[in-house]
């Protein structure tokens, strides 16, 4: 302990004190610490930092540069580093437009197919548009300089060719294989495909603006004048314009998901959508090469596409409610619903038990009303007799839905969010009831263990509330007398931001 001085006394020790004994008391303060207290590894490993989103985030846009010197240090061949470049910032962008759109994970599976898809036939695609078609003979006039006909090469010419050959994967996935259905999940895949034509496209400039240089620079011998030329083309091309392109297709992706909650609607839908991008990607391009003045403009035409996006990003979902809630009956179903056809049979396993589906509410409910819609504060508070009561109770409602689960396959995906939902709420439950019980009995490291444990759960829990709302979503969209059979309270539909469907 510190002696209290008082200020004669500090006047009086005021001066520096000699080297031995002022590096003895040193040495003597740097032995006492309390190093595991200092350095809480343990702590730090329980709670599985590698789980978290941002963290993951962090160590890969940190780390991932670094791994690209390692990879290419000696490599002669340019095409690697530049593939690696265009990869990472093509990751990394791909990593915050998931945050932003928050599709379902599903969505990953499709991620390799929709990216070869573009890189490969879409770029091929390109070229045939390019060299055969009309659209092609107008991309031309965007050679010209800065004029009407510049302008018109590129909205009547490069960019329809450009975001349709983005879209092009996406509306196959929509249209022919049915294998997305959510708008956040096809605006999110449309993203992919943005972000892999822009990653191509700039390998393929980053040669170009690297045989400019060496023309223009080391062969006239001004090689300081125009490296930061170069240096600021070469950054914008491979970071920002990749981002750009990932955002106008998930512009146009938003509206091919709202395409398919009305049949009568779909075609003039997607006109929209790619009209919007088509407009943007065709103005940025106009102005980005007029001058510093005209930079200024593609910079604002770059801003209003990223206000657009996160705009149809925070509505997208009230979107879809209201163009099934203004269609008639015969159009709300969605293109991608199932329609009975003659060869199908009218009963049998499109029937679905009433309690199954009831059941599913219940559930629901139960854990919304007990843990979502209670702050962890809360929960803490109540007594420890009543959450275990309540949890022996949802642990029989869920076995309950298990059992009476019906083996229809327009309700796997809701069933498999509703277990998710359930089971990673008990999860967190559990961890914050043991460290309500760890602390009534004074074992305040136990506690905190659990509560640390607690909250790794809670974005795991959010993330399954999400999925749940988007599946209850698309059974609203596709079956609105099934919907309306699950008997969803007032108080459960406000807490998931639903509404009901009136048939």
């Given at each position: 302990?510190?002696?209290?001085?008082?200020?004669?006394?500090?006047?009086?020790?005021?001066?520096?004190?000699?080297?031995?004994?002022?590096?003895?008391?040193?040495?003597?303060?740097?032995?006492?610490?309390?190093?595991?207290?200092?350095?809480?590894?343990?702590?730090?490993?329980?709670?599985?930092?590698?789980?978290?989103?941002?963290?993951?985030?962090?160590?890969?846009?940190?780390?991932?540069?670094?791994?690209?010197?390692?990879?290419?240090?000696?490599?002669?061949?340019?095409?690697?580093?530049?593939?690696?470049?265009?990869?990472?910032?093509?990751?990394?962008?791909?990593?915050?437009?998931?945050?932003?759109?928050?599709?379902?994970?599903?969505?990953?599976?499709?991620?390799?197919?929709?990216?070869?898809?573009?890189?490969?036939?879409?770029?091929?695609?390109?070229?045939?548009?390019?060299?055969?078609?009309?659209?092609?003979?107008?991309?031309?006039?965007?050679?010209?300089?800065?004029?009407?006909?510049?302008?018109?090469?590129?909205?009547?010419?490069?960019?329809?060719?450009?975001?349709?050959?983005?879209?092009?994967?996406?509306?196959?996935?929509?249209?022919?294989?049915?294998?997305?259905?959510?708008?956040?999940?096809?605006?999110?895949?449309?993203?992919?495909?943005?972000?892999?034509?822009?990653?191509?496209?700039?390998?393929?400039?980053?040669?170009?603006?690297?045989?400019?240089?060496?023309?223009?620079?080391?062969?006239?011998?001004?090689?300081?004048?125009?490296?930061?030329?170069?240096?600021?083309?070469?950054?914008?091309?491979?970071?920002?314009?990749?981002?750009?392109?990932?955002?106008?297709?998930?512009?146009?992706?938003?509206?091919?998901?709202?395409?398919?909650?009305?049949?009568?609607?779909t075609v003039a839908l997607i006109a929209v959508g790619l009209g919007i991008s088509i407009c943007l990607h065709g103005l940025y391009n106009t102005f980005v090469a007029a001058g510093a003045l005209g930079s200024l403009v593609a910079i604002g035409i770059m801003a209003i596409g990223i206000f657009l996006l996160v705009?149809?990003?925070?509505?997208?979902?009230?979107?879809?409610?209201?163009?099934?809630?203004?269609?008639?009956?015969?159009?709300?179903?969605?293109?991608?619903?199932?329609?009975?056809?003659?060869?199908?049979?009218?009963?049998?396993?499109?029937?679905?038990?009433?309690?199954?589906?009831?059941?599913?509410?219940?559930?629901?409910?139960?854990?919304?009303?007990?843990?979502?819609?209670?702050?962890?504060?809360?929960?803490?508070?109540?007594?420890?007799?009543?959450?275990?009561?309540?949890?022996?109770?949802?642990?029989?409602?869920?076995?309950?839905?298990?059992?009476?689960?019906?083996?229809?396959?327009?309700?796997?995906?809701?069933?498999?969010?509703?277990?998710?939902?359930?089971?990673?709420?008990?999860?967190?439950?559990?961890?914050?009831?043991?460290?309500?019980?760890?602390?009534?009995?004074?074992?305040?490291?136990?506690?905190?263990?659990?509560?640390?444990?607690?909250?790794?759960?809670?974005?795991?829990?959010?993330?399954?509330?999400?999925?749940?709302?988007?599946?209850?979503?698309?059974?609203?969209?596709?079956?609105?007398?099934?919907?309306?059979?699950?008997?969803?309270?007032?108080?459960?539909?406000?807490?998931?931001?639903?509404?009901?469907?009136?048939?």
């Amino acid at each position: 302990m510190y002696e209290h001085r008082t200020g004669q006394q500090a006047a009086s020790h005021s001066g520096p004190t000699s080297p031995a004994g002022g590096g003895a008391d040193w040495l003597q303060d740097l032995a006492s610490l309390n190093y595991r207290m200092l350095f809480p590894l343990g702590q730090w490993w329980a709670a599985h930092p590698w789980d978290q989103p941002l963290v993951r985030a962090i160590l890969f846009a940190a780390l991932g540069p670094m791994l690209i010197s390692v990879l290419v240090g000696g490599h002669r061949d340019p095409w690697l580093p530049v593939a690696l470049i265009c990869f990472y910032f093509a990751m990394l962008w791909a990593g915050v437009l998931w945050l932003l759109i928050q599709p379902q994970p599903r969505v990953v599976v499709f991620a390799p197919l929709i990216a070869v898809f573009t890189v490969t036939a879409g770029l091929i695609l390109l070229i045939v548009l390019h060299l055969m078609t009309p659209v092609g003979w107008i991309a031309r006039l965007a050679d010209a300089q800065f004029s009407l006909a510049h302008l018109l090469g590129h909205i009547l010419g490069v960019a329809p060719i450009e975001e349709s050959v983005k879209l092009s994967p996406i509306l196959f996935l929509v249209l022919r294989m049915r294998a997305l259905s959510s708008s956040r999940d096809i605006a999110y895949g449309a993203a992919l495909s943005g972000l892999a034509f822009g990653a191509a496209e700039a390998i393929d400039y980053s040669f170009l603006y690297g045989r400019t240089y060496v023309r223009f620079s080391v062969l006239q011998g001004n090689t300081v004048s125009e490296y930061g030329l170069f240096l600021a083309n070469e950054i914008m091309r491979l970071a920002s314009l990749v981002f750009a392109h990932g955002v106008w297709s998930a512009i146009a992706g938003y509206f091919v998901g709202l395409a398919t909650v009305r049949r009568s609607r779909t075609v003039a839908l997607i006109a929209v959508g790619l009209g919007i991008s088509i407009c943007l990607h065709g103005l940025y391009n106009t102005f980005v090469a007029a001058g510093a003045l005209g930079s200024l403009v593609a910079i604002g035409i770059m801003a209003i596409g990223i206000f657009l996006l996160v705009g149809y990003t925070h509505s997208i979902d009230d979107l879809a409610t209201t163009l099934v809630a203004e269609a008639p009956k015969a159009d709300r179903s969605p293109m991608l619903a199932y329609e009975p056809t003659e060869q199908t049979p009218h009963s049998g396993s499109l029937l679905v038990p009433p309690e199954a589906l009831t059941a599913y509410g219940r559930v629901v409910e139960a854990v919304l009303d007990h843990l979502v819609a209670l702050p962890p504060s809360h929960i803490a508070a109540r007594s420890t007799v009543v959450l275990r009561d309540w949890r022996r109770e949802l642990e029989m409602r869920l076995d309950r839905l298990q059992r009476a689960a019906p083996p229809v396959p327009m309700l796997d995906a809701l069933h498999a969010a509703v277990v998710a939902f359930a089971t990673r709420s008990l999860s967190a439950f559990g961890c914050y009831l043991a460290s309500l019980e760890a602390r009534n009995q004074g074992d305040i490291a136990e506690a905190q263990r659990w509560s640390v444990a607690a909250e790794e759960w809670r974005p795991r829990v959010a993330q399954a509330h999400e999925d749940l709302r988007a599946r209850l979503h698309d059974l609203a969209w596709r079956w609105p007398e099934q919907y309306a059979a699950l008997r969803l309270s007032p108080t459960l539909l406000r807490a998931l931001q639903l509404e009901p469907v009136s048939n």
